[in-house]
């Protein structure tokens, strides 16, 4: 059985956000479970871009200027929040397959040195993004995430008029163009004196149609619903501190429940 997301907003949510905002860059890691060449599960890490709570995502000017210029309406209307984060891939890398196949298990780990705080976030991770290629998967994924989805206290717009397809479009015109390119580069991870047959694939392009068919059917934006999250501070060596929160779903619904923890 998976976990419902809460109704109300996490109450881990603004802290976390309090300590990215005095972090002036950071990456976060991204494990996953695979299994090596004889079939054993093995832990799998990564560095990825933190893109923010799904779907609010404040784009830079040239960003929004394509979303004006190439979406209906310059995108969603502002009606959602979550409590679910964000990072952006390419369905050819490893990542993506083993979420498909451990149950979507997924760790996220900041390291934010400037307040002194580990936050871990353990939880369920689910890409949406696919177009056309696996319409059962997409589904699947788009049906889950939904369940993190809340109605903003200060929502405007129609929520009629929101579409999972311009929210992806927005993370996609987040991307520079170069950036946006690296989702049509020959396939990530395999071995390069195989030159790829297909000619729209290559190294170094830059796009700028926000709806270039080969990038888009690569990009995905992961969506990671937590289910505990962990906040570790080392502010005070004399004192430091550790809380855990809990999503426990019993009788009176969805809620998180917080225990502080010897570190
Ligand atoms: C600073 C930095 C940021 C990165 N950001 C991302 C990212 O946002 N998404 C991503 O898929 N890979 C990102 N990567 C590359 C990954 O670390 C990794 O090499 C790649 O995703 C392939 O991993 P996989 O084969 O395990 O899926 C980043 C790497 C670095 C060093």
């Not at 881990?12 to 950071?26: A, V």
């Not at 990456?27 to 990564?46: H, S, W």
């Not at 964000?86 to 990542?95: I, P, V």
């Not at 030159?195 to 709806?211: A, E, I, R």
């Amino acid at each position: 059985m998976t976990l419902s997301p809460s109704t109300q907003r996490a109450p881990w949510r603004d802290i976390l956000d309090s300590h990215l905002e005095k972090t002036p860059g950071y990456e976060f890691t991204i494990a996953t479970v695979g299994r090596d060449i004889q079939g054993r599960f093995v832990p799998r890490v990564r560095t990825c871009g933190y893109r923010g709570f799904f779907p609010e995502l404040e784009l830079h000017p040239k960003g929004q200027q394509a979303m004006d210029e190439q979406v209906e309406e310059g995108g969603n209307p502002s009606v959602y929040e979550s409590d679910m984060l964000t990072f952006t891939s390419d369905t050819r890398m490893e990542k993506l397959g083993q979420l498909e196949e451990s149950g979507h298990a997924t760790e996220a780990i900041f390291w934010l040195k400037d307040v002194m705080a580990q936050w871990r976030v353990k939880g369920r991770a689910y890409a949406v993004g696919n177009l056309s290629e696996d319409e059962e998967v997409e589904q699947a994924s788009r049906k889950e995430a939904a369940k993190g989805l809340r109605v903003k206290s200060d929502a405007n717009g129609d929520a009629a008029k929101w579409t999972w397809e311009k929210a992806v479009t927005k993370y996609f015109a987040n991307h520079s163009p170069i950036m946006r390119g690296s989702f049509k580069a020959p396939p990530p991870g395999q071995p390069r004196s195989k030159v790829p047959d297909d000619q729209s694939l290559g190294l170094g392009q830059k796009v700028t149609d926000l709806h270039d068919p080969v990038a888009r059917g690569n990009f995905r934006v992961v969506i990671i619903l937590p289910e505990e999250v962990e906040r570790l501070d080392l502010s005070n060596q004399e004192d430091p501190k550790r809380w855990k929160w809990t999503l426990v779903n019993d009788q009176s619904g969805s809620h998180w429940v917080e225990t502080e923890l010897w570190p």
